[in-house]
């Protein structure tokens, strides 16, 4: 899928949910949140801080919480995403006529209100990385390699001990080093790619 310019773009993309989306939009852009294009889909934000994303898959769209666990949810209709998003709540939908604009309203103005109030998950600060034994092998049989490892920042290491580490099979294991080995060697983090805007 090609990178949208703007929010129309986005929108006229997901062609199967464009009409939704442009009600979900029409209720954001109500409020004082501005509106950018990051991670490849429409993001609201107050003061430079996300407060709100909003997106459409193959069969579901919605918008998501940047700080959802604050919300009360008194209507039970946020998801949490996954495990690994702490804070991430998403509202789903699967056609126009589940939304309600008072109600997503109601939500948007409170996470709103959240942020102003200073309620935000702060990322855990990773101190020591955990070295799988495969990266451990590699980095004994080519010193340039663990040189260039130790000169990334933790998190950089952190996503390519786990990237390495969640792999279920030998061959997975090796086919995702010699994936690896260019990145590394130039100090690129494994998701750099998609850290965009």
């Known amino acids: 899928m090609k990178k949208p310019g703007s929010v129309e773009a986005y929108i006229e993309e997901h062609t199967h949910f464009s009409e939704a989306l442009k009600v979900l939009r029409s209720v954001i ?56 998003t702490k804070g991430l709540r998403q509202m789903r939908f ?52 663990q040189t260039s490892f130790k000169m990334l920042t933790p998190y950089k290491q952190k996503e390519y001990c786990e990237y390495i580490e969640t792999a279920k099979r030998d061959i997975t294991v090796i086919s995702r080093l010699e994936k690896i080995k260019p990145m590394i060697l130039t100090g690129i983090g494994l998701n750099d790619k998609y850290k965009n805007g």
């Open 29 to 84: 852009t109500s409020t004082e949140l501005e509106e950018h294009i990051k991670w490849n889909a429409p993001v609201y934000s107050l003061q430079g801080k996300n407060i709100i994303g909003l997106g459409a898959h193959k069969n579901h769209f919605g918008i998501w919480f940047f700080n959802g666990v604050f919300l009360k949810d008194e209507q039970n209709l946020l998801v949490t995403a996954q495990e690994k």
């Open 94 to 145: 699967e056609s126009i006529n589940d939304i309600n604009k008072k109600t997503v309203l109601v939500y948007v103005k409170e996470a709103i209100e959240n942020q102003k109030l200073g309620k935000e998950i702060k990322p855990e600060k990773t101190t020591s990385v955990v070295i799988p034994k495969a990266l451990k092998n590699l980095f004994q049989s080519d010193a340039a390699m």
